[in-house]
């Protein structure tokens, strides 16, 4: 089993819509969560910290699920600017999942 | 602002050369990273370090050895060029465990081995 694993999309939604997106992992003795944005052809870039009380941004929100080892970030009211690949990043060693691809569309 | 720097954006080389990419932060980080990213794999971690002169295996060190001789550069150098080792290089810096140790990217080295 990958130490994060994230569901690879695509996911297509129309402007306006809320989706979200969930990455678990396998170490429970993990501390720190992120997910970043990663634009075509471009560095990631850190989007938010995800704390254990949950914590939002906007539009954006992230929540904590240590029982089932899993973040997730939901994303409200979709932009045509949101479309990017979202990655979550799990400590101690900073390993990445694979990337969800996302595409709003008008 | 943290600045990542990567030495090359675009670099060519034949097999069985040697390549050196090059990555330098300006921020005093402890950590630095080594990933490489391909099309449906995502990024993916090849070595670390945590401080001068220390370096850790990733998930894919294989055909890779890194230096870090002094904080602020960390070197990745592929000993003997092959073609499946074209790819996305990208490197990172980070504060240590437990000071908010978001990552900071450079912009990358596309590597194409012919």
């Known amino acids: 089993r990958k130490e994060v694993e994230q569901d690879p999309g695509p996911f297509n939604v129309p402007e306006g819509a809320t989706v979200a997106f969930n990455c678990t992992y396998s170490?429970?003795?993990?501390?720190?969560f992120f997910w970043y944005r990663q634009d075509c052809r471009k560095e990631p870039k850190l989007l938010m910290s995800?704390?254990?009380s949950g914590n939002e941004d906007g539009r954006f929100t992230a929540q904590l699920n240590r029982a089932s080892q899993y973040i997730s970030l939901l994303i409200r009211d979709s932009k045509l600017s949101d479309s990017a690949t979202y990655l979550c990043?799990?400590?101690?060693?900073?390993?990445f999942g694979a990337g969800t691809r996302l595409t709003v569309k008008p | 602002d943290v600045k990542v720097t990567q030495s090359s954006r675009y670099l060519v080389k034949r097999t069985g050369e040697k390549v050196f990419l090059e990555c330098v932060q300006d921020m005093d980080h402890e950590n630095m990273f080594w990933y490489r990213q391909d099309p449906g794999l995502g990024l993916r971690l090849i070595y670390f370090s945590y401080d001068v002169k220390m370096k850790e295996k990733g998930d894919i060190p294989e055909g890779y050895s890194v230096s870090r001789e002094k904080k602020e550069r960390f070197s990745l150098i592929l000993e003997s060029a092959s073609t499946n080792q074209t790819s996305m290089y990208l490197c990172?810096?980070?504060?240590?465990?437990?000071?908010?140790?978001?990552?900071?990217f450079g912009s990358g080295t596309q590597l194409s081995v012919l």
């Open positions: 990043v799990v400590n101690v060693d900073m390993r």
């Open positions: 170490n429970s003795a993990s501390q720190s």
């Open positions: 990172a810096s980070s504060l240590p465990q437990g000071h908010n140790e978001k990552l900071f």
């Open positions: 995800v704390y254990s």
